[in-house]
Structure formats: C-alpha cells, structure tokens
C-alpha cells in the first residue's frame, strides 16, 4: 500500500459501519477491545469510524501505512490537532497538543529533564521510593496491585516535577489529579459539553479539575520567588529559569505540568500492573523475572515491560489530524478527518508478533520484532519524551519487587479490560498475591 498526497481522488473514504455516531463512540470507548478485531474482519485494515467529537475518523491496523503516517511531514499529520479531546483536561499549550513550532518549542523545553544525564540521576530516587512503596505491601492476601503502582508512579512524577514532594498543597494535589483522572469513558462527553458539566458527575469533575488548577497556579506562584532558584533541577524549577523569549507564562507551565503529572505516571502504573497479572499466572515466567532480578539483567526486565506494553496496550490508537488530502491505500481521506495508527491491531498481528496471544518477553530481546510494530509511546518526531524514564522506572519496579517477593493469583481467570478515561485498565484492579521469598 502506498500513503501520500494524492495528484487526484482515487475513491471514496474506506468503509466502515453505518451505526449512529452516539453508538459507534460509545462501543469504541467502552468495548474497543471486543470491536477492533470485528471491524478488521468486517472491513480489513482500513476502516471509517464516526466518533464524538471529531464526527470522520480513519482506523488504520496495516503497518506499512503507520510508518508512512509516522515518518511523514508534521506539517501534514497534527498529532496536536488529533489530541484536541484532551485538551480540556491538559490545556491548548500542552506538548501533546501543540503543533508544528509550538510543539518543537515545548519539547525542546522538557527534554532536559528526559536527557540521559537527567535519567541517571533518577534512578536512586526511583529506587528509594519502590523499596519504601513495596515494604507496606500485604503478604499473603489479594490486593489490587494497579492501585498500588499509580501511588507509586505517581510519588516518583511529583519528584520528577516538582522536587522534594512534601506539605499539605502536594498532599491535596496528590488525591485530586486521582480523582480527575478516575472517570470514565461516558465522562469524556462532559469535556466537550458546557451544558453536561452543569450536572451530576460532569459537574464534580469539572470542579476537581478547577481544583487541581488552583494548586498548580499556587505551587508555580510560591517557586517563582524561591531564592534558590537557579540551583534546582526539577521539572517545574527548570522551566521557570528558561532565559529571553522562551520563558513560560503561568497557563504555558500550568499545561506542561499538568501534562507530565497525568502522562508521566498513569501509563506506566498500568503498564506495571499488566505485567503484574500476567507474570501471577505465568510461574515459568515469572521464575525467569525473579532469576533476572537476581541477577540485574535489566534486558529481560525491560523486555517484561515491554511485553505487557505490547499485550495489554494501555493506549489503543494514536491520531493525527490531516491539514491535506492524504492517500491512504486504495482511499482518499480529506483534510480535516483524523487518522488513528491501531496500536491494539498491530500489537495483536501475527504477521509481526508471533502467537500475540502469548506473553512471551522473549520476543524483545535479541533482534526483537519488526520495526515500528511496537509503538506504545506513539512514532516519530511525536514519539513521547517519557519513553525512556518510563521503561527505566519499570525495570527498577519490577527488579526490587522480584528481588523481594513471587507473586501469585487469586485466580487462573485473566481479568477484563476496564476503559478508564482514554486507557485501558485491568477491571478489578489487576489482583495478586505477593509472598516474601
């Protein structure tokens, strides 16, 4: 297949069901898992979606053209237009949402804090706060371990970005970015509606969300007249000393910070906690993890991330947004329609991941599967800046707690997948048992 500007339309936009757009949101939203491999078959690789709220959206699970979508212009594929449902949550000014020099500029702006000297400077603190975390964990009974790792992911991006985490602002900070983040699918339609978030659980969650923009705006008030500026090195610390026409206004941080709290801990708590659920149903596997612990072969503990990453995608899709008409296989998609790259599709392909059904953290080590078919940090000049840290910061996790514990499971039954905002959760909380070894 070939992807590019077309000359001429070659055809009409690929097919795709002809339901109600209230209907296809709602099944795309809360049962993506069970609907992505019926429209495959129903349609193939290439298929037309009408959702809320950008109406035309083009579903794409064939390779070849998701690296011709990542590897095309930024020009042409507005990975911040294709973001815009999160923008009342994250705010106009944030990475994900930015496009073309605005986006370069914001990156350029958080990418020391993501450099490999910066990395190696966290991982003591990482290491410090997974022994503190796993130290009160329950011995011998089932817990949610998902709940669990967003505490700790979250303790680890409160450091990142603001430092040393204490006093009771960062305490209530704590607790409401859990309770913005903690809603459902149905609530992303309150996001979009003025006149829903008079009501019920739209109202609470705007107001959570004003709450937690209360406590930014006061946390980045009080750091602008700290004295010892200048000799910080966290997140929000380096933003404010950015010198000339690059310095930040208090919305600017208060939307990069936002977004590195929510971005910076969710995925990589859920990814944790996949791996979690599949490793207590694994023994063999999971004696491998342990050995791997023992030893410090960081290799096969990243590749146990990865894995969970690939298996139990946390993102289903990522978009971009067309500013041209752009050719997709046999189609024409318009400008102004919005392509979504399948992560869910191709991390389940055969063609490319061997027995997908399989947890199986081999298949990351040596020459790994076939480029770009793993892409759970998106692909491209818009691959995530937190890529790294977040595989950095599951390695540590999952050394220190298989250093410390086997886990097993309350039950063989593997849990159902829970739509949560845009990720894609364990439905139970991905329950375990951990006995000390």
């Keep these: 297949m070939a992807l590019r500007t077309p000359i001429r339309a070659r055809s009409a936009l690929p097919p795709g069901p002809r339901l109600p757009m209230a209907v296809q949101t709602v099944l795309f939203g809360a049962f993506r898992n069970a609907l992505l491999p019926l429209l495959r078959r129903r349609y193939g690789n290439v298929v037309r979606l009408r959702l809320y709220p950008e109406r035309s959206v083009v579903l794409i699970g064939d390779l070849d053209l998701v690296r011709e979508i990542f590897s095309g212009p930024v020009e042409t594929f507005h990975a911040g237009e294709g973001n815009m449902v999160l923008k009342p949550m994250l705010g106009a000014h944030s990475v994900l949402l930015t496009d073309e020099e605005e986006h370069r500029r914001a990156r350029k702006l958080l990418m020391p804090a993501f450099s490999g000297a910066a990395m190696r400077g966290y991982r003591d603190m990482v290491t410090e706060l997974t022994v503190a975390e796993l130290e009160r964990w329950p011995q011998d009974r089932a817990f949610r371990v998902h709940d669990r790792m967003r505490a700790l992911t979250l303790e680890v991006i409160l450091r990142v970005v603001f430092g040393v985490a204490d006093g009771p602002r960062l305490a209530e900070l704590r607790v409401a970015l859990e309770q913005v983040i903690d809603i459902s699918a149905l609530d992303l339609f309150g996001w979009h509606s003025p006149a829903l978030q008079k009501f019920g659980p739209w109202r609470r969650n705007l107001e959570r969300q004003q709450r937690v923009d209360q406590l930014l705006y006061a946390e980045i008030a009080e750091r602008r007249a700290a004295p010892d500026l200048a000799e910080r090195t966290d997140v929000l610390s380096r933003l404010l000393s950015v010198p000339g026409e690059d310095q930040l206004s208090d919305l600017e941080l208060r939307d990069q910070l936002i977004t590195l709290l929510l971005a910076g801990h969710e995925t990589t708590a859920t990814a944790l906690a996949w791996a979690l659920h599949e490793l207590a149903r694994d023994p063999a596997t999971a004696a491998e993890t342990a050995r791997a612990a023992d030893e410090g072969d960081e290799k096969y503990l990243e590749a146990v991330a990865k894995e969970a990453m690939r298996l139990r995608p946390i993102i289903s899709e990522v978009s971009r947004k067309l500013t041209k008409d752009v050719q997709v296989g046999p189609y024409t998609v318009p400008a102004g329609h919005m392509v979504l790259p399948s992560i869910s ?28 078919s793993w892409f759970p940090f998106g692909g491209g000049a818009r691959r995530c800046l937190g890529a790294g840290f977040s595989l950095l910061e599951a390695t540590i996790v999952l050394r220190e707690l298989f250093a410390r514990y086997r886990v097993s499971a309350p039950s063989p039954r593997p849990e159902q997948v829970k739509t949560r905002h845009i990720t894609l959760v364990p439905g139970d909380g991905a329950r375990i048992l951990v006995h000390r070894r």
């Design 345 to 372: 599709l191709i991390h389940a392909d055969s063609a490319h991941h061997p027995s997908p059904e399989v947890f199986d953290p081999t298949r990351f080590l040596g020459s790994g599967p076939p480029a770009g």
